[in-house]
Protein backbone atom coordinates (compact mmCIF):
# COMPACT_ATOMS: atom_id res chain seq x y z
CA UNK A 1 0.00 0.00 0.00
CA UNK A 2 1.57 3.46 -0.93
CA UNK A 3 0.88 7.01 0.54
CA UNK A 4 0.94 9.11 -2.29
CA UNK A 5 -0.57 11.99 -0.72
CA UNK A 6 -1.54 12.91 3.20
CA UNK A 7 -3.35 16.09 3.84
CA UNK A 8 -3.08 15.40 8.00
CA UNK A 9 -3.26 17.88 10.35
CA UNK A 10 -2.24 18.32 13.73
CA UNK A 11 -4.93 16.44 15.79
CA UNK A 12 -5.85 20.05 17.73
CA UNK A 13 -7.24 21.61 14.96
CA UNK A 14 -9.08 18.92 13.29
CA UNK A 15 -12.65 18.83 12.37
CA UNK A 16 -11.91 16.41 8.75
CA UNK A 17 -9.43 14.28 8.28
CA UNK A 18 -8.23 13.49 4.70
CA UNK A 19 -5.45 11.25 3.18
CA UNK A 20 -5.28 8.88 0.56
CA UNK A 21 -3.91 5.75 -0.46
CA UNK A 22 -3.61 3.42 -3.36
CA UNK A 23 -4.12 -0.40 -2.56
CA UNK A 24 -2.19 -2.86 -5.15
CA UNK A 25 -3.07 -6.52 -5.88
CA UNK A 26 -0.57 -7.30 -3.42
CA UNK A 27 -2.14 -5.78 -1.15
CA UNK A 28 -5.73 -7.92 -1.71
CA UNK A 29 -3.33 -11.24 -1.92
CA UNK A 30 -1.40 -10.60 1.55
CA UNK A 31 -4.96 -9.55 3.13
CA UNK A 32 -6.85 -12.50 1.63
CA UNK A 33 -3.70 -14.96 2.95
CA UNK A 34 -4.37 -13.25 6.21
CA UNK A 35 -7.71 -13.81 6.50
CA UNK A 36 -8.85 -16.51 4.94
CA UNK A 37 -11.05 -15.08 2.13
CA UNK A 38 -9.61 -16.18 -1.18
CA UNK A 39 -12.91 -15.11 -3.03
CA UNK A 40 -11.83 -14.86 -6.56
CA UNK A 41 -13.37 -11.51 -7.14
CA UNK A 42 -10.90 -10.17 -4.67
CA UNK A 43 -7.73 -12.38 -5.99
CA UNK A 44 -7.99 -13.56 -9.45
CA UNK A 45 -7.72 -10.62 -11.86
CA UNK A 46 -8.87 -12.87 -15.24
CA UNK A 47 -11.87 -14.23 -13.43
CA UNK A 48 -13.03 -10.86 -11.66
CA UNK A 49 -12.49 -9.47 -15.34
CA UNK A 50 -15.44 -11.37 -16.55
CA UNK A 51 -17.75 -10.58 -13.56
CA UNK A 52 -19.81 -7.05 -13.41
CA UNK A 53 -17.12 -5.29 -12.07
CA UNK A 54 -14.69 -6.22 -15.04
CA UNK A 55 -11.26 -6.31 -12.29
CA UNK A 56 -10.82 -7.18 -8.30
CA UNK A 57 -12.23 -5.96 -6.00
CA UNK A 58 -10.63 -5.13 -2.38
CA UNK A 59 -12.49 -6.91 0.76
CA UNK A 60 -14.65 -4.27 2.54
CA UNK A 61 -12.40 -5.66 5.76
CA UNK A 62 -9.59 -4.37 4.08
CA UNK A 63 -11.11 -0.70 3.90
CA UNK A 64 -12.16 -0.69 7.29
CA UNK A 65 -8.59 -2.19 7.86
CA UNK A 66 -7.42 1.38 6.35
CA UNK A 67 -9.97 3.46 7.87
CA UNK A 68 -8.80 1.80 11.81
CA UNK A 69 -5.26 2.51 10.80
CA UNK A 70 -6.18 6.66 10.12
CA UNK A 71 -8.16 6.38 13.67
CA UNK A 72 -5.09 5.20 15.01
CA UNK A 73 -2.96 8.14 13.47
CA UNK A 74 -5.27 11.05 14.32
CA UNK A 75 -6.26 9.44 17.44
CA UNK A 76 -3.20 6.95 19.24
CA UNK A 77 -4.33 4.64 21.47
CA UNK A 78 -8.46 5.37 20.94
CA UNK A 79 -10.45 2.43 21.34
CA UNK A 80 -13.06 2.00 19.12
CA UNK A 81 -16.21 1.30 20.91
CA UNK A 82 -18.82 1.56 17.55
CA UNK A 83 -18.57 0.96 13.92
CA UNK A 84 -21.41 0.98 11.42
CA UNK A 85 -20.32 0.34 7.60
CA UNK A 86 -21.66 0.41 4.62
CA UNK A 87 -20.19 -0.34 1.09
CA UNK A 88 -22.19 0.98 -1.82
CA UNK A 89 -19.44 0.64 -4.93
CA UNK A 90 -16.72 -1.16 -5.61
CA UNK A 91 -13.01 -0.33 -4.73
CA UNK A 92 -10.45 -0.94 -7.39
CA UNK A 93 -6.65 -1.91 -7.06
CA UNK A 94 -4.30 0.98 -8.18
CA UNK A 95 -6.26 3.86 -8.27
CA UNK A 96 -6.35 6.23 -5.23
CA UNK A 97 -8.88 6.32 -2.64
CA UNK A 98 -9.62 8.84 -0.46
CA UNK A 99 -10.10 8.31 3.48
CA UNK A 100 -12.13 11.11 5.26
CA UNK A 101 -12.90 11.01 9.24
CA UNK A 102 -15.09 13.67 9.98
CA UNK A 103 -15.98 15.01 13.60
CA UNK A 104 -19.76 15.28 13.85
CA UNK A 105 -19.78 15.28 18.04
CA UNK A 106 -16.83 15.48 20.70
CA UNK A 107 -17.59 14.92 24.33
CA UNK A 108 -14.72 14.88 27.29
CA UNK A 109 -12.92 11.70 26.13
CA UNK A 110 -15.41 10.18 23.26
CA UNK A 111 -15.44 11.30 19.52
CA UNK A 112 -18.17 10.68 17.09
CA UNK A 113 -17.24 10.42 13.59
CA UNK A 114 -18.45 9.97 10.27
CA UNK A 115 -16.54 7.59 8.10
CA UNK A 116 -15.48 7.46 4.12
CA UNK A 117 -13.80 6.13 1.71
CA UNK A 118 -14.08 7.48 -1.53
CA UNK A 119 -12.95 6.40 -5.11
CA UNK A 120 -12.91 8.80 -8.37
CA UNK A 121 -16.02 10.39 -7.06
CA UNK A 122 -18.01 7.42 -5.92
CA UNK A 123 -18.63 7.17 -2.22
CA UNK A 124 -17.17 3.03 -1.65
CA UNK A 125 -17.30 2.89 1.82
CA UNK A 126 -19.76 4.94 4.62
CA UNK A 127 -20.43 4.92 7.78
CA UNK A 128 -20.09 6.29 11.60
CA UNK A 129 -18.15 5.17 14.30
CA UNK A 130 -17.52 6.21 18.05
CA UNK A 131 -14.09 6.19 19.66
CA UNK A 132 -13.11 6.59 23.42
CA UNK A 133 -10.16 8.44 23.73
CA UNK A 134 -6.80 7.00 25.10
CA UNK A 135 -6.67 9.81 27.54
CA UNK A 136 -9.68 8.75 29.05
CA UNK A 137 -9.23 4.65 29.14
CA UNK A 138 -8.42 2.67 32.40
CA UNK A 139 -4.51 1.75 32.36
Do not use: W
Amino acid sequence: MTQPETEAQPRQALQKMQEEFVLTQEDFNRFARLSGDHNPIHVDPEYAASTRFGATVSHGMLLFTVLRGMIEAHYPGARLQTQNLKFPAPTFTDQPIRVTLLVEAEQPGRVELVTQITQQERLCLDGRCCVALAEELPR
